[in-house]
């Protein structure tokens, strides 16, 4: 795992960390440091809020999307998926901003270490070897490893809010 500062100063005077995970490993275990060392955060979730998002959106990855996808999507998907789906799988960052679906936003008082546990089983779920994925609302149908990427691009960009304690 690679983190050291970002150079982007996205909320207020505190900026965001990079993070690079190389695996799902990695996500938990930072997850599990960050909940002994303390943390603040530079966004608007929490650990756990944000362990909460990113385990549903995997479970939804796998159970099928609750969210309609907006009535344009099926005219942009392709573009997207052009112009977006690589710099994800590549590990790159995004700058564009999107509204998660709303089955996918945390509770105001999600708990860190009930919600870590979400997202361990979470991450087991999609790191099983006959998991089957659906298809992508906005990327289309996906391989398993690109899902995977995705997800962990995913944990990358929102574990980037978060800064340990004694990096304040």
Known sequence: ???????????????????????????????RRLTVVGYHHVGQWNLGQICQHLAAGMDQSIDGFKDPAPFWMPIAKPLIRMLVLPT??????????ASAPKSTLPSANADDEIRL????????????????????PIFGKLTTEEWRKFHLWHCQHHMSFLIPANKR
């Open 88 to 97: 994800i799988l590549k590990g790159g960052v995004i700058k564009m901003k």
């Open 1 to 31: 795992m690679i983190v050291r500062n970002s150079g982007s100063d996205d909320v207020g005077t505190t900026k965001r960390r990079e993070v690079v995970f190389e695996n799902l490993t990695d996500v938990i275990d930072e997850c």
């Open 117 to 136: 546990a979400e997202l361990e089983q979470a991450i087991a779920r999609i790191s099983d070897e006959n998991v089957e994925f659906v298809e992508s």
